[in-house]
């Protein structure tokens, strides 16, 4: 009988959102042990990949150590990760195992610590010694040169952001397994793209590149991980990379490395950033519904959802087509809408309540069209209010996403717009293409902005901050 620890933190920093991620807040997410932690995994998740790997292999035996989530956001609380890792050491020392795997994200930090990832790594293979060690990351990874050292294998998700996570781990799984039966013993070898890459294309890039290089590999080469890197976390690490896994032979490890590393700084993302202006008026001369994207404060990018740049734009703009803008996550918004009930009238400044440091929020006078007290997800109430022809979602939470469905569960009826500003980037669901013809997204000022000059890195080197020729 094989035994095979597992565990997981999986969170995404953002170093430029001003909030901080809690213990409460991981605890409301994922934060279980044992059984629970596969039963209760979502489908296309990683744990779910475990769990399907696990079922296949009746002789194999799991204890399923500390497993924790939460959507993207500000750097996680340090106890976060203390208490994390004293659980997972303390289970790692409790009983002998034949293998690890870890379900990680590669672009997590904590105060104090802008390279958890790399420091839970560190802490994980001095407890478990020789046991091989193998982890799944996301293709948003924060790579280190010393995780090839660290690690006997490893995979990437490469259908980020809807599921893939399950593939991710049952391929470093399988790399576990090719050591136990020694038949092959991976090496691993990392190379980096030389300059950040901010492409909000990055994911549709990387899809490309699996799609027509991937099938291609000789047998020999085990895994090949290709990561655009995450550099809204301000590390040393901040970066696309490639990390490949052969057996035994080192020198095609690095020979197709960097193939991978070469072609992904060489690709150009197929869209441009608007300014918003630009943008509305593109959109309006096209005569077509269209969309405004504002992937500088998206969520899944760890964004605050507070930024008031996109609504400061559509709000000057004379628009002559139904609109509607958010989500903005405000919960005193929400609270004065409530106060005012259906139909009243409310003053408040919208955006930037958070911080101020990505432009000055919007004083606006609005009528209450309604509040939704439980839409059904973790945004809590969500209140919409209108401004002359526009609408404007508040929610009482910042969402982990924001798409059509949560307009939809505001009471929009999304198909009737002529305008919509939605707080997300280019992987927003695939729907809102049949609904606005016209998708543009727009270069505004946010805690993900793709415009890396205007974010005061502290730790990325001087030299990395060129912006790769798929961003040019």
Request: proline share 7%; net charge negative; hydrophobic share 45%.
């Amino acid at each position: 009988m094989r035994r095979l620890a597992v565990a997981r933190l999986h969170f995404c920093s953002n170093s430029f959102n001003r909030g901080r991620t809690g213990l409460a807040d991981v605890q409301a997410c994922e934060w279980r042990s044992g059984q629970d932690a596969l039963d209760m995994a979502l489908p296309g998740t990683e744990l779910d990949g475990v769990a399907r790997f696990l079922a296949a292999r009746p002789d194999w035996e799991a204890a399923v150590l500390r497993c924790a989530s939460a959507p993207p956001g500000g750097p996680l609380h340090a106890d976060v990760v203390g208490a994390w890792l004293a659980d997972v050491e303390a289970g790692l020392r409790g009983s002998k195992y034949d293998g690890v795997y870890l379900s990680l994200h590669g672009a997590c930090q904590a105060e104090g610590d802008p390279v958890v990832d790399l420091t839970i790594l560190r802490r994980l293979r001095a407890v478990a010694g020789r046991t091989p060690i193998v982890a799944s990351f996301d293709v948003a990874a924060n790579m280190s040169d010393e995780m090839p050292l660290l690690l006997d294998g490893s995979s990437v998700n490469r259908a980020w952001p809807r599921g893939g996570g399950d593939a991710a781990a049952m391929r470093a799984l399988d790399l576990l397994e090719i050591i136990w039966t020694g038949q092959q013993r991976p090496i691993g070898t990392l190379v980096r793209v030389p300059s950040l890459l901010a492409s909000l294309a990055a994911p549709q890039i990387l899809a490309d590149l699996w799609e027509d290089e991937l099938l291609d590999l000789p047998l020999s080469v085990l895994e090949a991980s290709v990561c655009s890197g995450f550099p809204w976390a301000d590390s040393a690490l901040a970066g696309a990379s490639c990390l490949v896994w052969t057996d035994r032979d080192s020198r095609l490890a690095r020979q197709t490395a960097t193939k991978f590393a070469q072609l992904l700084g060489a690709v150009r993302p197929p869209s441009p950033l608007w300014r918003p202006e630009a943008a509305i008026a593109a959109g309006l001369a096209s005569g077509a519904p269209f969309a405004l994207l504002d992937p500088s404060d998206d969520p899944i990018a760890g964004g605050t959802a507070d930024t008031p740049g996109l609504l400061a734009a559509m709000l000057a703009a004379s628009l002559d087509r139904p609109a509607a803008f958010g989500v903005l996550h405000d919960p005193k918004a929400v609270a004065a809408a409530r106060a005012a009930g259906v139909g009243g009238r409310m003053e408040h400044v919208f955006g930037g309540q958070m911080s101020a440091d990505y432009g000055p929020g919007v004083p606006l006078t609005v009528s209450v069209q309604q509040v939704v007290e439980d839409p059904g997800d973790r945004t809590g109430a969500l209140a919409v209010l209108r401004q002359n022809g526009m609408l404007i979602v508040v929610s009482e939470r910042r969402p982990a996403v924001v798409d059509l469905d949560l307009f939809r569960r505001a009471g929009i009826e999304v198909e009737a717009l002529g305008v919509l500003g939605i707080k997300a980037g280019l992987q927003v669901d695939f729907s809102l293409a049949e609904i606005f013809p016209e998708m543009l997204a727009c270069a505004c000022c946010g805690p993900a902005s793709a415009e890396l000059g205007r974010l005061p890195f502290q730790y990325v080197p001087a030299a990395r901050r060129g912006v790769a020729a798929s961003d040019q």
